[in-house]
């Protein structure tokens, strides 16, 4: 847990240039007091890059604001980005919490039926007034059951009851999507119960929490904030000597580094393992290291407790450059932003010069004289954690390696087209189904470079976008010769009469360079004419990151209805009758799926 | 210390030290509320290394109540 003082946070606070930064709007709704919590959501707001406003609620006035028909102005409307609920046991349900002893069975069930009710019409009063995200405070809180060590006996004592609670609540929000339950066991172990609550702050002023509490609450809140935004990080970036394994591959060969069964080695070697699971969720590994290639890759291929391989590696640079050069060449090489990468490394010096050289990357340094510590790093730091679990998570470390093969083919050959040819490439145009959704969502909330709108959209939103008469929502599959990319392409059409509006068109990085934009697109504009639209309007939101794709449009043969000062521009292009162009002859097969 | 404990009001209710007055109280200040209060408490908790008895965070509403706890705690 970070070390900063209430205080100092002020200050933080009080002397940010926050004027430039995406303003982020959290309400809070609460049967507490937890108004202490502000400054710390401002603060891990800044340090995600949001100037965060909070608002909140009256106290113990949840249902009435979320259900209630007078809309109280400015907690929850479509400007709000987040619903921050604290909905407090102790306050929520006195029957459980308090009484207990003595309640009869059929009570107790009856409760456990209110708070099943009041958790659904509660999220779906917020979810009619606003589409942002809900974060739902776990209501369990840590206590001494009243039957003592026999509670722990019975499923439906007193303990085994709260957790009921949580579990309806967590079904409740999952049937609403975009909103996810906030789990507090993990950040009270972290600390104990007795810094995790302030007695004092619950009997003078109606609020359960510490304030070490709210800082990790806060904290814990800025990690869903971040997956939802497209800001987890995607790719890791390794040394190798003392982080792979101990002692150093040069002087002490492959006889003598430690990596083994027992102490010290068993330390590296539960570390690859922290990685491998990395690498498993949809995690880019990347080595960084000052060594020479040829000792790294020995290891690699010949010790008998490596679990890392060579395939695990998608990129890689081991020479004697500075790092901070290595990972601007690495982002480039794997083609996605340098703002996306975690550098790990064991020593200071290379910490400190990545974070002044290149501050976009996240830095982790192992822990100075405590290797023991090494392998709970990577479970603990956070950094790659996401919402959504799609099927091409699992296996996008592979898709990296087979892009860097694909690249090694491109340096033989100078021509695109010929190039391009070579892949085999087999692309697939289709509606979403239910399969699909949860990449195609993922999609639109992490693809910052080729994406034209940038809009982020939950897989509850997709689904309901592919379920109207108004919309379509098209994805593009694709693979070749080396393996499959998976879906890598997303475009979303309106219909308002006889124009269809591209309100989303987006290309994963790994599909850059291959034509299947023009693919995409040309059979979009095609299903919006089969629909008897005439005419396709479609726009460029710019942002920091998507300069690459601010001429797609007029590329493709739209022109420019306006443009304002901010640079968002409309575009504009009219369907002729008799269909489009024939397009580039790259593919060895595009099969369209629109039925 | 009462510049310290000056600082560290007014950085809770958002004022510059100046401007908090002569009257430094929770009667006097509109900002000094129980919720106010309660993250007063928490930053002097933190500023002078010190935790408060549960009848002193609820009398230090005044500057003069500060203190003469903190002067106490010497």
């Known amino acids: 847990m970070e070390k900063i003082t209430y205080s100092a946070v002020h200050k933080i606070l009080s002397q940010a240039e926050t004027g430039r930064l995406p303003v982020y709007r959290i309400t809070v709704l609460r049967n507490i007091t937890c108004e202490a919590i502000e400054p710390y959501l401002r603060y891990y707001g800044l340090r995600s890059g949001f100037e965060v406003e909070v608002s909140f609620g009256q106290y113990d006035n949840i249902f009435q604001e979320a259900v209630g028909q007078e809309a109280v102005s400015g907690l929850l409307d479509e400007q709000t980005d987040c619903v921050l609920v604290c909905c407090n046991i102790m306050v929520l349900s006195p029957l459980i919490y308090r009484q207990y002893v003595g309640v009869d069975a059929r009570d107790l069930k009856a409760e456990l039926e209110r708070l099943e009710n009041y958790f659904h019409n509660v999220a779906t009063g917020i979810r009619n007034k606003t589409k942002a995200m809900i974060l739902w405070l776990s209501p369990r809180e840590f206590f001494n059951p009243a039957l003592g060590i026999l509670d722990y006996q019975y499923a439906n004592g007193q303990l085994g009851l709260v957790q009921e609670v949580e579990r309806l609540l967590q079904e409740q929000l999952r049937s609403f999507g975009n909103a996810y339950l906030v789990k507090q066991d993990h950040l009270l172990q972290k600390i104990g119960a007795e810094r995790f609550y302030d007695l004092r702050h619950w009997y003078l002023f109606h609020c359960p929490y510490s304030k070490e509490a709210f800082q990790l609450l806060a904290e814990e809140c800025f990690i869903f904030v971040r997956a939802a935004g497209g800001k987890a990080r995607k790719c890791l970036v390794l040394d190798c000597d003392n982080v792979l394994w101990g002692g150093i591959v040069g002087e002490d060969g492959l006889d003598g580094i430690r990596l083994s069964d027992t102490y010290p080695g068993l330390v590296y070697k539960d570390f690859q393992q922290q990685v491998i699971n990395l690498f498993k969720r949809g995690v880019i590994i990347a080595l960084c290291s000052k060594n020479n290639e040829e000792d790294v890759w020995e290891i690699f291929e010949k010790h008998p407790d490596m679990l890392l391989e060579r395939g695990h590696i998608a990129a890689w640079r081991i020479n004697w450059q500075d790092k901070a050069t290595n990972l601007r060449e690495l982002s480039e090489e794997l083609n996605i932003g340098i703002d996306s990468m975690v550098f790990l490394d064991d020593s200071p010096y290379e910490i400190e010069l990545v974070r002044t050289e290149v501050p976009e990357v996240e830095t982790i340094q192992l822990p100075a004289g405590k290797i023991t510590a090494n392998a709970g790093v990577l479970s603990e730091c956070r950094l790659f954690d996401t919402l959504v679990f799609s099927a091409e998570d699992s296996s996008r470390g592979q898709m990296y390696v087979a892009e860097a093969r694909r690249k090694k083919l491109k340096g033989q050959i100078t021509d695109l087209d010929s190039y391009l040819k070579t892949l085999e490439m087999e692309l697939t145009i289709s509606l979403v189904d239910e399969i699909s959704i949860p990449r195609v969502a993922q999609l639109t909330q992490r693809t910052n470079q080729f994406n034209l709108t940038t809009r982020r959209y939950s897989d509850q939103q997709i689904s309901s976008l592919a379920g109207s008469d108004d919309s379509d929502v098209l994805y593009s599959h694709l693979r070749d010769k080396f393996g499959e990319s998976g879906i890598i392409g997303v475009c979303i059409l309106k219909y308002k009469g006889e124009c269809a509006m591209i309100d989303v068109f987006l290309l994963s990085c790994r599909a850059l360079g291959r034509r299947v934009e023009d693919e995409l697109l040309g059979n979009a504009l095609e299903l919006a004419r089969s629909k008897g639209c005439r005419q396709a309007t479609a726009e460029y939101l710019p942002t920091r990151k998507n300069i690459q794709v601010k001429e797609f449009f007029p590329l493709k043969g739209f022109t420019v209805v306006d443009c304002n000062p901010d640079g968002v521009t409309r575009y504009r292009l009219e369907l002729e009758p008799d269909g489009v162009k024939k397009r580039a002859a790259c593919f060895k097969q595009v099969s369209v799926k629109f039925n | ?74």
């Open chain 2, 1 to 74: 210390m009462k510049d310290k404990v000056m600082e560290t009001i007014a950085a809770i209710l958002n004022l510059t030290p100046g401007k908090l007055g002569e009257n430094v109280s929770a009667e006097s200040l509109e900002d000094w509320d129980s919720i106010n209060h309660m993250k007063i408490m928490i930053a002097l908790e933190e500023e002078f290394g010190i935790e408060l008895s549960d009848d002193e965070m609820m009398e230090m509403v005044s500057m003069d109540r500060i203190l003469e706890v903190l002067n106490g705690r010497k």
